[in-house]
């Protein structure tokens, strides 16, 4: 069974604490992505990438950087956590056939 | 820009049958999804349209209008466990597969 696996389903950091979100993809997928969820303002993309060591911003980037070393693996990376990042982080992937993208089960990141 | 509009929330009875629009303004089109997302999970797919038409998939059927920047996702013989929210997006590019997503739509079974 394929599978987008995120290291962690619960998180709680402090404020100004740098934060690792990791994503490990079995499916030989090119395209991996990092998304927050938010009630009411639904799926907002922070970043992507297409291929190892690329990544392109999305709508919100702010706060946030990226890695991508191994075609596998992404991970999200918050410098200097605030509250106002407390959110559901969704991480997806998805090869080139245009059939959308395969989910991980997320992480429910609170900053105190 | 991109602007993805979905009702916010609907009811329906079990057994009946719901239709859930979708639609679209965005800079590029290359195909409409329907994602499926029970409280707490993740977003599972349900459906793909990038030619106008009608697709069908047992219960659960898409209808994609290019020309009027318009889906819907038709759910019939309603179950309980189709409590979810059902999530539209569209893909503007083929070559990144990037989706912008609407911000769902919650749907509630009631017996």
């Known amino acids: 069974d394929v599978k987008v696996t995120q290291s962690s389903r619960y998180l709680v950091k402090r404020t100004g604490e740098k934060v690792f979100l990791e994503c490990v993809q079995d499916?030989?997928?090119?395209?991996m992505f990092w998304y927050r969820q938010d009630p009411g303002l639904g799926l907002r993309l922070i970043y992507f990438s297409y291929d190892v060591k690329m990544k392109e911003k999305g709508d919100i980037p702010e706060g946030y950087s990226v890695s991508r070393e191994k075609k596998e693996r992404f991970s999200l990376i918050l410098e200097s956590a605030s509250t106002n990042q407390t959110s559901m982080y969704l991480c997806a992937s998805s090869s080139l056939t245009g059939r959308g993208y395969t989910f991980g089960s997320g992480t429910r990141l609170t900053v105190v | 820009g991109q602007n993805i509009d979905q009702p916010t929330e609907m009811t329906a009875t079990e057994g009946a049958i719901v239709q859930i629009n979708c639609t679209y303004q965005t800079s590029g089109f290359n195909g409409l999804f329907w994602y499926q997302q029970h409280a707490g999970e993740a977003p599972t797919f349900l459906s793909y349209?990038?030619?106008?038409g009608l697709e069908e998939k047992g219960r659960f059927s898409s209808f994609l209008s290019r020309s009027k920047g318009y889906s819907y996702l038709l759910l019939k013989e309603l179950q309980m466990k189709d409590s979810a929210s059902y999530l539209c997006?569209?893909?503007?590019?083929?070559?990144?597969?990037?989706?912008?997503f609407g911000t769902g739509t919650r749907l509630t079974i009631i017996p």
């Open positions: 349209n990038v030619l106008d």
């Open positions: 499916m030989d997928h090119e395209n």
């Open positions: 997006a569209v893909m503007s590019n083929f070559g990144n597969e990037k989706l912008t």
